[in-house]
């Protein structure tokens, strides 16, 4: 897989393009591909192989012809042009929350900053603020985040680990001597990032998994093996943990290794307090076996029901499985439409009957188109005139979609909290989704309540504005926000993007017990992007969301009467 390489390889030149003040088309070009290929299920070298790379979403033929030379020849003459008189230290930079191109040239140009750790100390010792167009804020801000950055550590998102786990099982499951398989570790309990991808295997042969494990040809490097476990790093530096063990302990041992810490010891309490022992190799009694086969074995042998494992955080979980007060959660396959993906009428990369087309092969009944309406200029958003121009396509296309299309619109949540499109314009789209786009710092929480205000409001997107490891969002009073959104009727959306998992699972789980209707959408800008719906429902899970509370998992006039109007 060089899926991340590749996308790497964009997003540089992208960066690099931006420093040296190239045309914005061009820029985002290279970032809309660099994303696409990121989130690609396939390996980008198979369409490669087979000539197909311009049949992804955003790589026309210019980018093609530079992927196929940097396929080739392991490096690409642009890229090195483009870094010619360029320090190497640029990247690290730029990888700093709050430092984007334009501030990394500017430091450059006017104190020589070549690297992250000259960056640090020009920042630390005062001497950003001696720019004149930079604010002696933007360099406490510098020195946060880099400090924010050194404390994370090598950590991946959660859409990215899972595509590479999926592949690993997908590859593992060749081996004839592999009875059953799973991802275990934070990566089962479905938690926004992924420090290493751990895997369970049960089999007779645990030799012989551990010598087919080692030779995938995904891995880079082994760092450990034994008889029954081996670690090895993939080719991009993740690392994963394998083992194998005997079918009769496999439950607790899953149980185990799926974890949270937090919520072992926990059960490991509970066993205790019974007079019993429990281990990952099993529920004892003195030296006799109880339970082990299965996870729900052994919470049976506890006395409690079973327990989903994303609620598995020690967050009242177990209490609520001993008193039989589990909530039924959301499942994978609950959702009957996505109500937030663009189109190339705003930023979206594909067409709506494309959108339409792939939403209908995913089963869903339902999909609304949610481009931008306003004066976003960077996400190309629509005047009145173009709503209505994209209106009629839409009407072209329901002709012909096997799935209901839905004409909605994002728009913007202005400094002031007001909308820079008319009510007018709101009351003839179906569903409006409002968000912060801009301004995402300090306190958002009045911004939002005045956005819910507006009785045309339907869904609040993505909340916080917030994009993990990259920057925090605004601070929301999560009380008021959720009181007002119950009392308005105002939906609040999961946004299902891998960087933005916005509402998170905590504040899900608030907006839950506030009373509050959810939608979990994935904010697709295009066909590949759909997918990302599994680890939005995720995160509904993981903030206990039943069904009932998510509002896209209704038929379609159902789900409509729901809706504020
Ligand atoms: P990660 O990889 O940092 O995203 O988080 P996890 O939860 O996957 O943690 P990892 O890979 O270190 O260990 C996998 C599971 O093994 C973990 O969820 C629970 C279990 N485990 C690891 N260390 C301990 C421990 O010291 N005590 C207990 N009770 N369980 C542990
Ligand atoms: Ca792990
Ligand atoms: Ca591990
Ligand atoms: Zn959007």
Redesign the pocket.
Known sequence: MKNREVAKLLYDIADLLEIRGEMIFKIRAYRRAAQAVEAMPTDVGEAWKQGKLDSIPGVGRGIAEKIDEYLKKGRLKYLDELKKGLPPGFADMLAIEGVGPKKVKLFYEKLGIKNLEQLEKAAKSGKLRKIPSLKEKTEQNIIRSIEASKKRGG?MLLGHALTLSDEIIKEMKKCKDIRRIDA????R?M?E??????ILVSSEKPDSVIKFFTKMSMVARVIATGPTKASVNLFNGIQV?LRALPEKEYGSALL??????E???EM?KIAISRRLKLSEYGLFRGKKFLAGRTEQDVYRCLGMDYIEPEMRENRGELEAAKKHKLPGLIGYGDIKGDLHVHTKWSDGSNTVEEMANAAGKMGYEYICISDHIGKLAIARAMDKKRVEQQSREIEKVRKKADIQILQGGEIDIGLDGKFAVSDAVLRKLDIVTASLHSGLKGDGTQRVLSAMENPNVDIIGHPSGRLIDRRDGVRLDITKITEKAAETNTVLEINSQPERLDLNDVNTKAAIDAGCFLAVNTDAHSIADLRYMRIGVATARRGWAPKSSIINSYPLEKMRKMLKN
Do not use: C, E, V, W
């Open positions: 950590r275990a570790g934070s990566l309990r938690k990032t992924i420090g290493d991808i751990d943990d185990y290794f799926t974890g949270s810490k919520h072992n010891i490991r």
